[in-house]
């Protein structure tokens, strides 16, 4: 242990110990000089910090005389003797507690979701299988392509009329067998 006379030695192991750059013997040895009672003014700050410090050490040093002790002096856990019927009893009371907890549990899942059993979608490089995240997203994909599928059918109706539109015109249609071939002709395709 250091002298009382040599703080500057106790000033510099604190600054380290700080750092954490002291050995487990500095350590001891800095909690030895706080467990002192004259202490100069200016380190009595750091007091209650290292006599908790040395409080853990204690702690963990009686803990390991404890398991290094004799057995006989270890307290022992005593089940107590059931009978057969009494531990089927405690199995059906554990089993209907569990089943309980699962069915509360569960997460429900809408029963129109169930058709899209098995189907997942991948989002940032990872499957997802949980059906409430899937099937609306599935719902918005099919309105996405039903959009889609509406405008170009749009577009192929107003094509077709462009192009019949173009046929008639560039006809002579005085004719009703010629007219009547063309009209047929275009109602067919």
């Known amino acids: ?12 192991t604190i600054a380290r110990f700080l750092d954490g750059e002291t050995s487990v013997a500095e350590e001891k040895e800095l909690y030895d000089f706080f467990r002192l009672t004259d202490i100069p003014a200016d380190l009595k700050q750091y007091q209650p910090m290292f006599n908790w410090y040395a409080s853990l050490g204690q702690s963990h040093e ?41 069915i509360f549990h569960s997460p429900s899942i809408p029963e129109e979701y169930l058709a899209y059993k098995g189907s997942y979608i991948i989002r940032d490089g990872k499957k997802i299988t949980d059906l409430r995240i899937v ?3 599935i719902m918005r994909t099919q309105q996405l392509v039903n959009e889609s599928l509406g405008e170009i059918d749009m577009t192929l109706q107003t094509a077709d009329s462009a192009f019949d539109d173009a046929v008639l015109s560039n006809e ?17 395709r």
């Open 1 to 12: 242990m250091t002298q009382p006379t040599d703080h500057q030695h106790i000033r510099t």
């Open 62 to 102: 009686s803990n390991a005389e404890a398991a290094n002790e004799a057995p006989s002096s270890v307290s022992r856990v005593r089940l107590l003797q059931l009978r057969p019927w009494q531990w089927t009893g405690i199995a059906a009371m554990v089993t209907l507690l569990l089943s309980v907890g699962f």
């Open 135 to 137: 099937v609306p997203e």
């Open 172 to 188: 002579d249609l005085s004719d009703p067998m010629v007219k009547d071939l063309i009209l047929s002709t275009l109602e067919y």
